[in-house]
């Protein structure tokens, strides 16, 4: 069971057996293996396995078509196991590639098999060895039969005969830091043991009190007085102390949840990440009041130059008469007109002085006169005074449009025209470098660093989260019941009775569950399980709901308890126990949870991107539409419409009106 279990056969895997190992498909059999696809093939006695029946072969195709990547061989007739190999191989209705487990046989050994061990090298032979050829298994005094592993010398060639090569030697027997401190013990007391587990072990396990007050499992052993020891993990508390004796503590465990573990999927909000909730509105409100700033600046700068918005030509030509008239007479010029008048001149003559003196005299003022009667136009003259010209930052959308192109490190299109304006661009754009280098850290960080993973590491986020609670045994709800914290009363309320930790671990797994139990058994139970994305869910709670004491069981008023606690302390001094318990967890100690040290940036982390190019999609085709409904039905409906002149003549009659 153990060996298949740890067998990776991906989704599914074929068990062959014939009579021989019938009676070794038991029920827990396969309900110590984890759930999966299986296929359970039996082949008859009779059964020509190189030219197979309808029925055997359309099982075989099956398994092969699915691609079940594990095959487990259980067959005595040594004849059939080859002929199966034979054909396998011939029709390629067995995947060379998959795994194997084949108990071993010298018929498959042969010369004429040689090449099935060059294309099936994922392979496992198991053989049954006396036990009489360890000498170390007699000082243990221990009947379980022991077992060669072993497989084919892959990449060396087969010649001649074949060796196979020796992975190791497997025995199932009790292990364990009890079972080495007893061993140790019992050899210092120079006394024998003999373990055996209770028949009710694997449903009772410790054991309970029943309403009869009946006990059942290790409890009424000890109870009844048919066991000297008690090795189990048992806690040092009252409750275990009414049944038996329990040494000094030899260890002491921390005992804490499986949690469910999920991902929080925030990739479609990668953009706003970096900055939050706080910094965000700092930055929106910056970005707005300094645009309203700006546009302060460049208004008052207009009032206090006297900028005008358009030319005027009447005042200027007024202006030009004004100071024409103003400007003084020539002295001498005017004594000549007037000794010219006072002269004996002809009168043609004198007639023809005084005609252009009043042509230039009344000319400029008739003109004037008739100002608004003549429709005059002419251009501005630039030289003169010209019309001033719109800056970036003269319309209040101009400047917020601008100052956001600021902050995303685009250039203006000129400068603006007043130094005043200038020098605060000047500081905007450093306080713009400076939110842009923020942002960047933090952008990058993020799409370097995992995704965040939710979690619960405290009893209090435990008590507060709406998922179930599971522990074994009666004492341990009544320890968070009678605890003294509200949290762990309120873990105490919704803890129930969890007889199977394979069950409790699945729920788990389903996200609505905990499960209560000491942190090497979780460990385990997380590496145990098949998927990559089962052991990712599963999640060991940070904080310990207590350190709980673990001792060795013993007969209720024992007289070996003042000697058991002796060398148990003497081992403990020793370090011993430190070494047992950490050979015990060896394999486990890999699968301790260990966050990741980069991530990759994968298409999954720019989900923000096209998030935001759909919500600019989307408004942009939202303002398309209302522009298009705008023009339809408000303007092409109102009267001064002209379709010819695309609303120009509506447009200047509204600014009349």
Same mark, same amino acid.
């Given at each position: ?16 057996? @014939? ?75 067995? @995947? ?61 060639? &087969? ?105 929080? @999927? ?99 003022? /008739?003109?004037?006169? /008739? ?56 500081? #905007? ?155 015990? &967890? ?14 990759? &940036?994968?298409?999954?982390?720019? #989900? ?33 419409? @002209? ?9 200047? /009659?509204?600014?009349?009106?």
């Amino acid at each position: 069971m153990e060996l298949v279990d740890r067998m990776d056969y991906g989704h599914c895997y074929a068990i062959l057996f @014939d009579e021989v190992y019938e009676h070794a498909l038991r029920a827990d059999f396969f309900h110590h293996i984890h759930h999966a696809a299986r296929y359970v093939v039996k082949i008859a006695q009779d059964e020509d396995t190189f030219d197979p029946g309808p029925a055997l072969r359309c099982i075989l195709e099956n398994i092969r078509r699915v691609g079940c990547g594990g095959y487990v061989i259980l067959m005595g007739n040594g004849i059939q196991l080859e002929r199966l190999l034979r054909y396998g191989d011939k029709t390629r209705i067995l @995947d060379t590639r998959a795994r194997y487990i084949i108990m071993h046989n010298y018929r498959l050994f042969v010369p004429q098999l040689h090449y099935i061990w060059k294309r099936i090298v994922d392979v496992l032979f198991v053989r049954p060895l006396r036990k009489k050829s360890f000498k170390w298994t007699e000082r243990n005094r221990d009947s379980s039969p022991v077992y060669e592993l072993s497989t084919v010398p892959f990449p060396m060639p &087969i010649k001649g005969v074949f060796f196979s090569k020796i992975v190791d030697f497997w025995q199932a027997v009790y292990y364990g830091v009890e079972i080495e401190l007893l061993k140790a013990i019992s050899k210092a007391m120079r006394f024998n043991m003999v373990f055996y587990e209770t028949f009710d072990a694997d449903a009772e396990r410790w054991g309970t009190v029943r309403d009869n007050e009946t006990l059942t499992g290790l409890l009424r052993e000890m109870h009844e007085g048919r066991a000297d020891f008690a090795l189990a993990d048992l806690h040092h508390t009252e409750y275990n102390l009414g049944f038996m004796d329990l040494s000094i503590p030899y260890n002491t465990e921390c005992l804490t949840f499986l949690t469910p573990e999920a991902l929080s @999927d925030n990739s479609w909000k990668t953009l706003i990440l970096p900055f939050n909730g706080e910094m965000w509105a700092g930055v929106l409100i910056s970005l707005f009041s300094v645009g309203f700033v700006f546009y302060a600046f460049s208004n008052t700068l207009h009032c206090i130059h006297h900028h005008k918005r358009a030319y005027q030509p009447e005042h200027d030509l007024l202006q030009r008469h004004h100071n024409r008239k103003g400007r003084t007479v020539n002295p001498f010029k005017k004594r000549c007109l007037r000794a010219m008048r006072t002269s004996k001149l002809p009168y043609r003559l004198k007639r023809l002085v005084c005609r252009e003196y009043n042509i230039k005299k009344y000319s400029a003022n /008739n003109a004037l006169r /008739n100002l608004h009667m003549i429709p005059f136009k002419r251009k501005p003259e630039p030289w003169h005074d010209p019309l001033p010209a719109y800056d970036i930052f003269d319309t209040f959308a101009g400047c917020i449009i601008y100052t956001y192109s600021m902050l995303l490190l685009v250039s203006l299109p000129r400068l603006p025209a007043g130094w005043p304006l200038r020098v605060l661009t000047g500081w #905007y754009w450093v306080y713009c470098v400076l939110v842009v280098v923020a942002y960047r850290a933090s952008f990058t960080a993020i799409l370097a660093n995992p995704i965040p993973r939710l979690t619960i590491d405290t009893l209090q986020d435990l008590a507060e989260s709406s998922i179930s609670c599971g522990a074994w045994g009666e004492q341990n709800r009544l320890f968070f019941q009678m605890a003294q914290d509200p949290y762990s009363q309120t873990i105490g309320a919704k803890l129930e009775h969890a007889p199977d930790h394979n069950q409790a671990v699945e729920k788990v797994s389903e996200g609505m569950y905990a499960y209560y139990e000491n942190i090497y058994l979780l460990r385990q139970l997380r590496s145990t399980r098949k998927s990559e994305k089962a052991r990712q869910t599963l999640h060991i709670m940070q904080e310990c709901a207590v350190h709980m004491p673990i001792s060795i069981g013993l007969e209720k008023n024992s007289p070996l308890k003042h000697q058991v606690d002796r060398h148990v302390r003497a081992l403990i001094e020793g370090g011993l126990t430190i070494k047992w318990l950490s050979d015990a &967890i060896e394999r486990f100690q890999s699968n301790i949870e260990i966050p990741p040290q980069e991530a990759t &940036i994968d298409l999954k982390k720019m #989900y923000a991107g096209f998030v935001a190019l759909g919500f600019g999609y989307a408004a942009a085709v939202f303002a398309f539409i209302a522009e298009k409904l705008y023009w339809r039905y408000y303007i092409e409906t109102n009267p001064s419409f @002209d379709k010819f002149l695309h609303g120009f003549t509506f447009f200047a /009659n509204k600014r009349k009106g």
